[in-house]
């Protein structure tokens, strides 16, 4: 499957699947739903399918780079 690529977050989605998490940070999908559903990643369930909000993706990533500064 062909995986995404941005190249810049206005290209990104509001709302994310987890492959598109995955494809963001460049992982695979196992990895990705890890971290959706230890909470890691804020994330809700709709219609049976897991949906990630960008902001929350970005807080993500800058409470990461946050630890190794």
Not at 26 to 35: E, G, I, K, S
């Amino acid at each position: 499957m062909k995986r995404l690529h941005y190249a810049d977050w206005n290209e990104v989605r509001i709302t994310l699947t987890v492959k598109d998490i995955a494809d963001v940070l460049n992982v695979c999908d196992t990895v990705a739903l890890n971290l959706v559903r230890s909470g890691e990643i804020p994330a809700k369930k709709v219609a049976g399918q897991w949906r990630i909000l960008k902001s929350d993706l970005m807080a993500y990533l800058g409470a990461k780079e946050n630890l190794y500064a």
